[in-house]
Nanobody, 118 residues
Framework: QVQLQESGPGLVKPSQTLSLTCTVSGGSITTNYYYWSWIRQPPGKGLEWIGY???????YYSPSLKSRTSISRDTSNNQFSLQLSSVTPEDTAVYYCARGPRLVYDYWGQGTQVTVSS
């Protein structure tokens, strides 16, 4: 059973960088053909895919967030991380990590609330 757990600050100031980590257990993030995504849901809105890091280490980002997004990984700790720079209150959301490239995910983290506010 694969499990994912998000961690990171729940409050970020405007213009700063949001940083979250997803710790994966029950499966390796380097296992062939698996993709590891970040997704968010702003209050009152639908899910928004942010980007993924593949088993190979390659990354792909949503075009609307690409200029501010970086996803990396720590294979020794079986973790992958999200950095979103220059945040504004519009980046306030519940952030999820999940296994899957986009639209179809088989395992999810429980989600973590991130609020952007001064």
């Amino acid at each position: 059973q694969v499990q994912l757990q998000e961690s990171g600050p729940g409050l970020v100031k405007p213009s700063q960088t949001l940083s979250l980590t997803c710790t994966v257990s029950g499966g390796s993030i380097t296992t062939n053909y698996y993709y590891w995504s970040w997704i968010r849901q702003p209050p009152g809105k639908g899910l928004e895919w942010i980007g993924y890091i593949a088993y190979s280490g390659s990354t792909y980002y949503s075009p609307s967030l690409k200029s501010r997004t970086s996803i990396s990984r720590d294979t020794s700790n079986n973790q992958f991380s999200l950095q979103l720079s220059s945040v504004t209150p519009e980046d306030t959301a519940v952030y999820y990590c999940a296994r899957g490239p986009r639209l179809v995910y088989d395992y999810w983290g429980q989600g973590t609330q991130v609020t952007v506010s001064s």
